[in-house]
């Protein structure tokens, strides 16, 4: 609409652009606004290393998880991404939780103290373990036989962490077949089942 050149009109004109102006500005402050992220708290968890990093909008808190294995240290490898959804205004609930979650995630990532297949400590591992990569991940499966059995051990290591150096980590895989291909692509799934469930989400 436009209104008549006189003073009374433009006048009007001020008003509606400062009250535009105003409600703008309203909105703009009233609008949630993510505080900068708080310094990484360490710890130490069975020989790994854990990083919680918190933030927080507004008045709930949450926080970022990563995890090195024993001889990785943060200051060579960016670690290992666990997953963590938890929210909570109370800070120090939430780091609890993140922390509880990060051991969680540890103590599934080591080898199982026992296994279904009888004297499995007894048997030595003679075959030579077959390797592969998925997602800049090498995954390590070593197939063992007793009597008609065969089951696996499997390791995996992150991106730029090599198993010449390193002894990687325990992936617990129990599954026992007939044929060694057979319980090699059972062991090599359930590696790629961790491998994408330590793989951050990329934001969108």
């Known amino acids: 609409m436009i209104l008549r050149p006189d003073n009374h009109g433009h006048r009007l004109v001020i008003t509606v652009l400062a009250a535009l102006a105003a409600a703008l500005a309203g909105c703009g402050s009233g609008a949630l606004r993510r505080a900068a992220d708080q310094p990484p708290v360490l710890s130490q968890y069975k020989g790994w290393t854990i990083s919680m990093t918190p933030s927080r909008i507004d008045d709930l808190w949450r926080a970022r998880i990563r995890v090195w294995p024993p001889e990785v240290r943060p200051e060579t490898h960016p670690g290992i991404n666990v997953r963590f959804s938890g929210a909570s205004t109370n800070h120090q609930a939430l780091a609890q939780a993140a922390t509880a ?59 730029e962490v090599r198993p010449e150096v390193h002894p990687g980590i325990g992936v617990s895989f129990n599954g026992t077949a007939a044929e060694r291909s057979a319980v090699e692509q059972a ?14 989400v990329h934001p969108r």
């Open 101 to 159: 979650a990060a051991r969680e995630y540890i103590d599934g990532s080591m080898p199982a103290q026992g296994s279904n297949v009888p004297n499995a400590a007894e048997i030595p591992a003679n075959q030579p373990p077959v390797l592969s990569e998925y997602k800049g991940w090498t995954i390590g499966v070593t197939p063992s036989r007793m009597q008609d059995t065969w089951w696996a051990r499997v390791r995996v290591w992150p991106p």
């Open 187 to 200: 062991a090599t799934a359930a590696a790629r089942r961790y491998i994408d469930a330590s793989i951050s």
